[in-house]
């Protein structure tokens, strides 16, 4: 008798052509997912980069503005403009650093660098600032203006100096009421401050704007009028 044979199993199927495409789209799918997901991820991080350097550099730019800004006024011999040097003198002395001027865009002040006041502004104790194409400038002595702030790496789209000014009477302080018809009298304290705003763009990003708002308080307040001698 012949020995029955066991029958032989099915052979196995590979994928069909409509399966590796399909497959491949897939494939092709996923991989292109993670690829935005990549470039979403790095220009959010490079936009925070810009915006980062930004901030940093108008930080910089107000600190630096604001640190001249309180200077402004400071005058060697203050003492001078609250009394009279001598029962002769009908006035007190006015202080030559006193005058801030601001306008829209610009700003120029004094201060005094001498060891030994002299009374008299020199060319090197004048100061300003200024926007002028798209980069923030210092002046650095009576016409001498040099940038800084670099048009490659940030643009300046707006500079605004807003002053304010509030007056104290100190008639108080005065041992003697003033005479009537004395526009001199009493002394009074001007107390100044500037809100400093800066507007500015990445230079490689023009979306990327940023504002910078400072409000600055001036130390050396300005004292006008005198008491009764």
């Not at 044979?5 to 399966?19: C, D, F, I, K, T």
């Not at 936009?47 to 350097?53: D, F, V």
């Not at 120029?108 to 104790?125: F, G, I, K």
């Not at 800066?198 to 009028?225: C, H, K, P, W, Y």
Request: proline residues 3%; aromatic residues 4%.
């Amino acid at each position: 008798m012949r020995r029955r044979m066991a029958p032989h199993g099915r052979r196995q199927r590979g994928l069909s052509l409509v399966e590796l495409l399909i497959g491949s789209a897939l494939g092709l799918l996923l991989v292109a997912c993670g690829i935005t997901v990549l470039l979403i991820h790095l220009r959010d991080n490079r936009a925070l980069i810009e915006h980062n350097r930004l901030m940093h550099d108008l930080r910089s730019a107000s600190e630096l503005i604001g640190r001249d800004l309180r200077r402004a006024g400071h005058w060697g011999d203050a003492g001078a403009g609250v009394w009279l040097r001598d029962s002769a003198a009908a006035t007190v002395a006015t202080n030559p650093y006193a005058a801030v001027e601001a306008t829209a865009a610009t700003v120029t002040l004094r201060y005094s660098l001498d060891s030994t006041e002299n009374q008299q502004v020199d060319s090197h104790e004048q100061f300003g600032f200024r926007l002028r194409s798209g980069a923030l400038e210092m002046r650095v002595g009576a016409a001498s203006w040099q940038s800084m702030t670099d048009v490659n790496t940030m643009k300046v789209t707006a500079l605004e100096f807003a002053p304010h000014e509030d007056t104290l009477d100190l008639g108080a302080l005065c041992s003697a009421p003033c005479a009537a018809g004395d526009a001199s009298c009493p002394p009074r304290q001007t107390l100044r401050s500037v809100i400093v705003t800066i507007t500015a763009q990445s230079a490689t990003d023009a979306r990327t704007v940023r504002t910078a708002r400072t409000a600055v308080r001036l130390r050396n307040d300005e004292i006008t009028g005198r008491c009764p001698a």
